[in-house]
């Protein structure tokens, strides 16, 4: 086991693109890699990016005189399903 992490091959050059490099873009180059550690280190730092990002969302609704979603409401064409998965 130890000899498989001895003879992995590891970056020996990390470069940042100076000429694209911002406060909110950057080109960052980790090279050479094993077969298929760049798509692992990709989506790693791809999650972590995704995850730090803030928002909102609605968690909760109410619509006087429904008693479910799968409801319908007189004149109103969509179902309440249909407009509970547009907001």
């Given amino acids: 086991m130890y ?3 001895r003879d992995l091959i590891k970056p020996k050059k990390l ?4 000429e ?8 960052f180059y980790a090279e050479p ?8 280190l990709g989506n790693a730092l791809r999650r972590v990016l995704l995850s730090s ?3 909102a969302a609605i968690t ?9 979603e799968f409801s319908s409401i007189p004149g ?3 179902d309440v399903t249909d407009i509970v998965l547009n907001l």
């Fill in 33 to 40: 890699l094993e077969r298929g550690f760049g798509t692992t």
């Fill in 3 to 5: 000899r498989n992490w």
């Fill in 76 to 78: 109103v064409t969509e």
């Fill in 20 to 27: 694209t490099y911002t406060n909110t873009y950057g080109k």
């Fill in 53 to 55: 990002l803030q928002g």
């Fill in 60 to 68: 909760s609704v109410r619509i006087k005189g429904v008693l479910h």
């Fill in 15 to 18: 470069q940042v693109e100076a």
